[in-house]
């Protein structure tokens, strides 16, 4: 496990809960594996209590009882579908009866299934519209709330919606992918200018070729055998990378926003 931004900032030794995000609440989308895992982790690590939303129950209730052992973090594990609104409305108020009111929501939860546009099944495109895009406005809606009352508290309040470096760059065979995270940049920026001056945080964090199981289940044989072998070409950044540059953003003091944060493999510039 590649571990060296962990450094750049405090972390408690496992079993205190102490640290720079002590006293605070998170929601982390996508908790199951990869770059939600990853932050749950760190996020615990820091100090903070941490509700992990996913749909897949056992990977939640194994990564809550690691955390909780680990870290002597408060953790609540929910299966919740993110396009399913009631849902996360129905998640929303159990966290807030079990944890508190959220002032730390990032909205992780996406897909990746590419494909050359003329071969691609359509079903995969309306996944990643209802994921990547309708998912992560139902997430930022079903919190907002509660990070408008912290920051209305003086407390620091933040809203993280994962991206990728696909919203700017082309990717010949992820027409629908690059689309749906060019919404969510372009979200992010419309949200920082109207949450900031009400003193909500809100950033984008758009990882690339980072190793996690994204693209994993796309249904095109050859466009998941280009993934990997463009993977394999470079030396990949990992979930962990990703999760301690979120982590460090989130953890600087609420007067200040770092507003975008691109995380690459040093080989790609």
Same mark, same amino acid.
């Given at each position: 496990?590649?571990?060296?931004?962990?450094?750049?900032?405090? #972390? &408690?030794? !496992?079993?205190?809960?102490?640290? @720079?995000? /002590?006293?605070?609440? *998170?929601?982390?989308t996508?908790?199951? $594996?990869?770059?939600?895992?990853?932050?749950?982790h760190?996020?615990?690590?820091?100090?903070?209590?941490?509700?992990?939303l996913?749909?897949?129950?056992?990977?939640?209730?194994?990564?809550?009882?690691?955390?909780?052992?680990?870290?002597s973090?408060?953790? #609540? &594990?929910? !299966?919740?579908?993110?396009?399913? @609104?009631? /849902?996360?409305?129905? *998640?929303?108020?159990t966290?807030?009866? $079990?944890?508190g009111?959220?002032?730390l929501?990032v909205a992780?939860?996406?897909v990746?299934?590419?494909?050359?546009?003329?071969?691609?099944?359509?079903?995969?495109?309306d996944?990643?519209?209802d994921v990547?895009?309708?998912?992560?406005?139902?997430?930022g809606?079903?919190?907002?709330?509660?990070?408008?009352?912290a920051a209305?508290?003086?407390?620091a309040?933040?809203?993280?919606n994962l991206?990728?470096?696909?919203?700017?760059?082309?990717?010949?065979?992820?027409p629908?992918?690059g689309a749906?995270?060019?919404?969510?940049?372009?979200?992010?920026?419309?949200l920082?200018?109207?949450?900031?001056?009400?003193?909500?945080?809100?950033r984008?964090?758009?990882p690339?070729?980072?190793?996690?199981?994204?693209?994993?289940g796309?249904?095109?044989?050859?466009?998941?055998?280009?993934l990997?072998?463009?993977?394999?070409?470079?030396?990949?950044?990992?979930?962990?990378d990703?999760?301690?540059?979120?982590?460090?953003?989130?953890?600087?003091?609420?007067?200040i926003?770092?507003?975008?944060?691109?995380?690459?493999?040093?080989?790609?510039?």
């Open positions: 496990m590649t571990d060296n931004a962990s450094n750049d900032f405090s #972390l &408690p030794v !496992a079993g205190v809960p102490a640290g @720079p995000l /002590a006293g605070r609440v *998170a929601v982390i996508g908790a199951s $594996a990869g770059i939600g895992a990853a932050t749950a760190r996020f615990a690590a820091a100090g903070a209590a941490v509700a992990l996913g749909r897949r129950s056992g990977l939640l209730e194994d990564l809550a009882a690691t955390l909780r052992e680990e870290h973090a408060e953790v #609540l &594990p929910l !299966a919740v579908d993110v396009t399913d @609104p009631a /849902a996360l409305t129905a *998640a929303a108020s966290i807030r009866a $079990a944890l009111r959220p002032d929501v992780n939860a996406g990746m299934l590419g494909a050359p546009f003329d071969e691609a099944d359509t079903a995969e495109w996944q990643m519209i990547n895009l309708r998912g992560l406005l139902a997430t809606r079903a919190f907002i709330a509660d990070l408008l009352d209305e508290a003086g407390r309040a933040d809203l993280v991206g990728s470096i696909a919203a700017e760059v082309i990717f010949a065979d992820y629908v992918y749906t995270k060019a919404a969510v940049t372009q979200l992010t920026r419309n920082r200018a109207s949450l900031g001056p009400r003193g909500v945080r809100v984008s964090v758009d690339a070729f980072a190793i996690t199981e994204l693209g994993a796309m249904a095109h044989e050859a466009t998941r055998v280009g990997a072998e463009m993977r394999s070409a470079i030396t990949t950044i990992t979930a962990e990703v999760a301690d540059a979120i982590t460090y953003s989130v953890a600087v003091p609420a007067r926003n770092i507003a975008a944060l691109t995380v690459v493999p040093t080989q790609l510039g």
